[in-house]
């Protein structure tokens, strides 16, 4: 037995996924997924690069979807929130805004080191702010499901222009 640092104790050698000697973790383990060896067997369209890194169909991920996204200048989602998920986007270079509230009323502005939160049910926008420079990020979900439920009734404090950022879960307006 072992005590953590709450002072709680851990029965480690007799749970049955701890067998020694086993080589259980071998294969179900902990996974590295390089960089250059991320899936981008997904729809793709213009303005747009998305990759799973981690999700079920590649190591098996049942409460977590991760990978990265590359928007081109001025691209922009569709008004839109994600259910009950969570997300948290991580800046890697750009300059990202995000758009919020019922009216789109609320702005914020993060680059490369930021990480943004989008809680379950909020209505937002996603914006690369940069009109020459792409936006890369990475992206995490707290569940595999890709729920998008676009909010076509928002009359937004300000009009979307004319490029989208429309992927297979974000859909045009």
């Avoid at 079920?56 to 008004?79: F, S, Y």
């Avoid at 943004?116 to 420079?133: K, R, S, W």
């Amino acid at each position: 037995m072992s005590r953590d640092s709450h002072g709680h104790t851990h029965d480690h050698d007799t749970h049955p996924d701890h067998a020694h000697g086993s080589g259980r973790w071998k294969h179900d383990g902990v996974r590295v997924i390089k960089g250059d060896k991320l899936d981008a067997n997904t729809a793709q369209t213009p303005g747009m690069l998305r990759q799973a890194a981690i999700n079920q169909a590649r190591v098996g991920a049942q409460k977590i979807w991760a990978g990265t996204v590359r928007i081109e200048p001025n691209a922009k989602t569709g008004v839109h929130h994600h259910g009950e998920l969570e997300s948290v986007i991580y800046v890697v270079s750009g300059r990202a805004r995000m758009r919020w509230g019922d009216r789109l009323e609320y702005v914020a502005e993060a680059e490369a080191g930021d990480f943004i939160f989008v809680p379950p049910f909020v209505p937002h926008q996603e914006i690369n702010a940069d009109p020459t420079e792409p936006l890369q990020c990475v992206l995490v979900r707290s569940d595999n499901e890709a729920v998008v439920v676009n909010i076509d009734t928002v009359d937004p404090v300000e009009k979307p222009e004319a490029v989208y950022w429309v992927d297979p879960i974000h859909k045009h307006p």
